[in-house]
T-cell receptor
Framework: AQSVAQPEDQVNVAEGNPLTVKCTYS??????LFWYVQYPNRGLQFLLK??????LVKGSYGFEAEFNKSQTSFHLKKPSALVSDSALYFC??????????FGTGTRLLVSP | GAVVSQHPSRVICKSGTSVKIECRSL??????MFWYRQFPKQSLMLMAT?????????EQGVEKDKFLINHASLTLSTLTVTSAHPEDSSFYIC????????????FGPGTRLTVL
């Protein structure tokens, strides 16, 4: 079965510093990977996805993610964090019958 | 990306009553919509897949008679929580998309249901 793991419940980073939110995946076949962000009491906003092609995927709000097949990882990154980036981040994988399977989420806290 | 709305954003009801949540795809025709629920500090759990003009497909453990889904048009899917109980209190989120693996699902803003 397809699955993703987000090993960190929370990531703390100072504003202006680079941030990384980790995600590893387990799939059979080609991985279709997604990152979403959720602000309090809101739905999920799409950030980026990897389907095929370049391993470095650029997305919304300056975020990017690197697909690493050998490490089965799809970590979310941003060169310089903003306080407004503080939110809950979900990694997800599309399974063979097209459902999204979400990770447990990582709370990002960016301090001023 | 696509715009998905939900109504209401927040609802409080008494135990035993039914609550209807609407999910609208505002700028494209969604042949498929998905309904999720999210408990506090937890991830999203898929409840059902709603296909326009046909019966919804429910995930294992989700009571189809309790969570009624109707997808009568390409822009509207509704979730009705029947005979709601306090344990049904949760954050319900819908998304629209297709069954193509590379397509992106776009999510509504969610509905906070509180059953007293």
């Amino acid at each position: 079965a397809q699955s993703v793991a987000q090993p960190e419940d929370q990531v703390n980073v100072a504003e202006g510093n680079p941030l990384t939110v980790k995600c590893t995946y387990s799939v059979s076949g080609n991985p279709y990977l997604f990152w979403y962000v959720q602000y309090p009491n809101r739905g999920l906003q799409f950030l980026l996805k990897y389907i095929t092609g370049d391993n470095l995927v650029k997305g919304s709000y300056g975020f990017e993610a690197e697909f690493n097949k050998s490490q089965t990882s799809f970590h979310l990154k941003k060169p310089s964090a903003l306080v407004s980036d503080s939110a809950l981040y979900f990694c997800a994988v599309r399974d063979p019958i097209q459902k999204l399977v979400f990770g447990t989420g990582t709370r990002l806290l960016v301090s001023p | 990306g696509a715009v998905v709305s939900q109504h209401p954003s927040r609802v409080i009801c008494k135990s035993g009553t039914s609550v209807k949540i609407e999910c609208r795809s505002l700028d494209f025709q969604a042949t498929t919509m998905f309904w999720y629920r999210q408990f506090p500090k937890q991830s999203l759990m898929l409840m059902a897949t709603s296909n326009e003009g046909s019966k919804a497909t429910y995930e294992q453990g989700v009571e189809k008679d309790k969570f009624l889904i109707n997808h009568a048009s390409l822009t509207l899917s509704t979730l009705t929580v029947t005979s709601a109980h306090p344990e049904d209190s949760s954050f319900y989120i819908c998304s629209s998309g297709s069954l193509t693996s590379t397509d992106t699902q776009y999510f509504g803003p969610g509905t906070r249901l509180t059953v007293l």
